[in-house]
């Protein structure tokens, strides 16, 4: 059922806003379209109401107990939320978004052109909280009540209680957004609710410390202090690496060296740390197809610099310029010539567009995606490849922040074109594209029950046009592979083909764009991507 | 009297317009925040960015002015992504807004026909005096019709409704009443002549024409329109050569721009000021972003 929420309901109404149900979702394609082909969705479990927000629609992503516990603490929260708002109007302590921001709250025509664009709106059936607006409308009535003359503006511009709840269900109602900026293409005055919800997230960690855990403290406050998010220090990398080197000659017969703190090398390659764990086989990947290529490459074993990610450009400006100056330092020590970011979407989006303008002097070093690397690569012909090695239908996600937030169209097609005769395009495509559902770290949120958000909502989309690409070999004797050159979207899109096992049902697989290559090369022997 | 409403209402809409142009171009410049397709890139065709070429910073960028004037012109002329996005709304939207230009048309034709009649250049004054009534009537019947029909829109559609404040409906009633009153004003003046005659009388600062009272009260809303238009979201006109030109289409790297000594002033020039308990609100954000060393001593406090 869709229930009419207001903009004045956040403030009011008691118990869960919403109510997500296996009716109300979007539709899926076959074999999903029977009943039964779905687990069904869970309650929270009724303690949790105690200590964190369950009243928005039932999913925790802000893991930390939080809630006032009496009324001075209610008090006391509402008068740091005003000084968050003031500070998010301050043109030094927000300096890195004011201008987008103060357009975006200014001149919105309220025409919900924006709302057709969002995956999580329209995969949750339209609830009304996930809608791009929503969160906006909020911040931007409660900016204009605590201006001069709040109370006076506020019969004109619309108004909301500020109160407890409607502070606790906002922070929530912030990790209900994927970041992929796609309402911000479809809205006709050029408007950004994407950039709102990264605002409010931000008014929460810079003035309360509050933010989900994988985020924060176990995001970017342990990759600042341990070396990586993952919690890989420089000694488990040096081991590993080895590993890798051992796992390669097994697996090709070649013997590769992978350079580590080379110094004065061409190419500073950082990967997202999460693949060393997860995906091995794209990190050894790289260094196969780059020793082969012949570049002069290093990986770095410095901390933080092992680890592309910058969780920062989701959530807090101040971690974010932290984790991107120490990228630039470990580049700059190293003297290498450019910084080449590994297969993680937010990494390319972090390091080489936004963290552009906190870079000056000895720290603007170039920064560059693998991607246009491997296209020359193969175009070169560098490699001996053969494509009917990966004689398999084949689809392409695009990673939000590499190909709407960054340009990165085409090498990929280009490269898969070649590579891959059985290559299909997904749709809608290329800038255009859904976010893979795990975007602004949702792929890493797993407390709680929000994966279950995640592979119901935000994941849902991407599903959807995984399926259709595939809908003319959809049986599982039919083995098809998800090429997903972004180490979170890769996380995410594991997580909905587990939980709609979908590999047994449907014989899909997933993985990088490198494993693909490396399957293609004449000399290796046997399959490098483990799907048969 | 009449006349300096007038007078005073022209001169508060440009002073109003040129400052929030001045607010919005002083403002520190943002964090790199660009979506593609970006329209001056050559690849925008297929959404592409100079980050599709290796070694990008090496290779000279070019841009194109064709791709990025046709963006703007299908935006402006057409409202292309209402168009593409949200058909249902555009049905109302564009009318509304090609009222609009034609209206602001018609504004230019009256002031080429009185400068016409100042000047006494008659070669033009029937191709003109045509184009006015053409251009008017058609201007004015399309504001009367849809400026009515997106406020009926926005009262019963409960997605609009729900979201809308006084001032959407206000704004759109405010020029309802203003066209209706030109509508009526109009029909005492059917070929626009008393407007233009007004139109020569402002440009001279001479005695305006005896007009009706509908015509009074038409100059008069049509007056404070101007004076409050400024103030308002209206002025999305001109905030959009903003969030596009200054944000979303905004691909400016630091390597090789003129940003760096801006850039350097924020970062050590500005002091951090949130509160959190792992920000020192009394430091730089320079001082802030590089507080965590080499060695891995950090004082991220949680």
């Known amino acids: 059922m869709r229930e009419r929420i207001a903009i004045q309901d956040i403030a ?61 603490e209610e008090e006391a929260m509402v008068q ?64 204009k009540k605590i201006s001069s003359g709040g109370n006076f503006k506020a019969k004109f511009l619309g108004d909301v209680e500020l109160n407890a709840k409607t502070i606790l269900r906002l922070a929530e109602c912030a990790y209900r957004c994927n970041l992929c900026r796609r309402c911000a293409q479809y809205c006709p005055l050029g408007l950004d609710n994407g950039l709102i919800a990264r605002e409010i997230r931000k008014l929460f960690v810079q003035e309360f410390g509050i933010a989900p855990q994988a985020l924060h403290a176990q995001g970017t406050a342990k990759h600042l202090t341990t070396g990586s998010s993952t919690g890989l220090t420089p000694d488990g990398l040096k081991d590993m690496i080895e590993f890798f080197e051992e796992e390669i000659k097994e697996k090709t017969g070649k013997n590769i060296k992978i350079p580590v703190d080379e110094k004065g090398s061409d190419i500073l390659l950082i990967h997202n740390a999460g693949e060393f764990l997860s995906w091995p086989e794209n990190i050894e990947a790289f260094a196969i197809i780059f020793e082969e290529a012949g570049l002069d490459w290093t990986l770095s074993s410095e901390i933080v610099g092992y680890d592309a990610v910058n ?34 979407g937010h990494a390319h989006k972090a390091l080489t567009v936004v963290a552009d303008r906190i870079f000056v002097g000895e720290y603007q070093i170039p920064r560059e995606s693998f991607l246009p690397i491997l296209w020359d690569i193969v175009r070169t012909k560098k490699l001996n490849l053969d494509p009917n090695k990966n004689d398999f239908p084949v ?41 893979c559902g795990g975007g602004s770290g949702f792929a890493i949120m797993n407390s709680m029950n929000f994966p279950e958000f995640r592979t119901k909502v935000s994941t849902r989309m991407k599903f959807k046009q995984i399926l259709d690409a595939f809908q003319d070999n959809i049986s599982p004797e039919v083995k098809k592979y998800v090429c997903a050159p972004c180490s979170n979207c890769k996380g995410a899109i594991r997580d909905i083909l587990g939980h709609y096992n979908a590999t047994a049902n449907c014989g899909i697989h997933y993985g990088g764009l490198v494993e693909l290559i490396v399957n293609a090369m004449v000399d290796i022997e046997q399959p490098y991507i483990e799907m048969f | 009297m009449l006349n300096f409403l007038i007078y005073t209402a022209v001169a508060i809409f440009v002073l109003v317009l040129l400052a929030k142009f001045v607010k919005y171009s002083t403002m520190p410049i943002h964090l790199r ?103 008017g009537s058609i201007a ?46 109009w029909q005492k003046d059917f070929d626009f002549t008393i407007a233009k005659d007004y139109m020569k009388a402002l ?10 009272l509908e015509t009074q009260i038409h100059i008069a809303l049509l007056s404070l329109l101007l004076i409050y238009l400024p103030f308002t979201k209206m002025t999305h006109f001109l905030t959009k050569w903003f969030t596009y030109h200054k944000i979303l289409w905004e691909d400016e790297p630091v390597i090789g721009s003129e940003m760096e000594e801006k850039l350097k002033k924020y970062l050590t020039g500005f002091k951090v000021k949130w509160s959190a308990p792992h920000i020192d609100p009394n430091l730089t954000w320079a001082e802030e972003a590089s507080k965590c060393d080499l060695a891995g001593k950090c004082e991220v406090k949680l």
């Open chain 1, 395 to 435: 689809t392409l996600h695009d990673p939000c922040n590499v190909v709407r937030l960054m340009g990165i169209v085409e090498p990929q097609r280009k490269i898969l074109r070649e590579i891959c005769p059985k290559f299909r395009e997904m749709k809608p495509n290329g800038v255009y594209n859904y976010c």
């Open chain 1, 311 to 344: 969780y920062g450009v989701w959530y807090d400006d101040v971690q974010f310029s932290r984790i991107a100056l120490k990228h630039a330092e470990i580049a700059r020590k190293l003297d290498v010539n450019r910084v080449v970011v590994g297969e993680c």
């Open chain 2, 203 to 212: 440009i001279t600062f001479s005695s305006p024409p005896t007009v009706s």
């Open chain 1, 80 to 143: 740091k939320f005003i000084n968050g708002l003031k500070k998010l109007m301050d043109k030094e302590a927000n300096w890195t978004f004011l201008q987008p921001l103060l357009l975006s709250l200014e001149y919105c025509a309220r025409c919900q052109t924006c709302s057709d664009a969002c995956h999580i709106y329209i995969s949750s059936g339209r609830k009304e909280i996930y809608r791009p607006t929503y969160r906006a409308e909020i911040l931007r009535r409660l900016i």
């Open chain 2, 33 to 135: 925040w660009e979506i593609y397709p970006v329209p001056h890139d050559p690849r925008h065709e297929h959404g592409g960015s100079y980050y599709e070429e290796v070694s990008w910073w090496a290779k000279p960028r070019l841009k194109t002015l064709a791709g990025e004037l046709k963006e703007m012109l299908m935006e402006m002329l057409f409202i292309k992504r209402v168009f593409t996005y949200k058909r249902s709304l555009w049905w109302l939207t564009y009318p509304f807004h090609t009222g609009i230009y034609l209206i602001l048309v018609w504004f230019v034709l009256l002031f080429i026909s009185a400068l016409i009649d100042i000047f006494a250049i008659g070669i033009l004054k029937m191709p003109v005096y045509y184009l006015t009534l053409v251009v």
């Open chain 1, 12 to 72: 009011k109404k008691e118990g869960q806003l919403v109510k997500i149900t296996l009716e109300d979702l979007m539709k899926l394609p076959p074999p999903y379209d029977k009943p039964g082909m779905e687990p069904n969705v869970t309650e929270p479990k009724p303690e949790w109401s105690q200590n964190y927000v369950t009243e928005l629609d039932g999913y925790v992503a802000i893991d930390i107990p939080w809630k006032p516990k009496n009324k001075e």
């Open chain 2, 140 to 185: 004015i019947i399309l504001l009367l019709i849809f400026s009515l029909a997106l406020f009926i829109r926005r009262v019963s559609d409960w997605e609009l409704r729900s979201y809308s404040s006084f001032l959407d409906y206000f704004n759109l009633i405010f020029i309802f009443a203003v066209v209706l009153t030109g509508a009526l004003a």
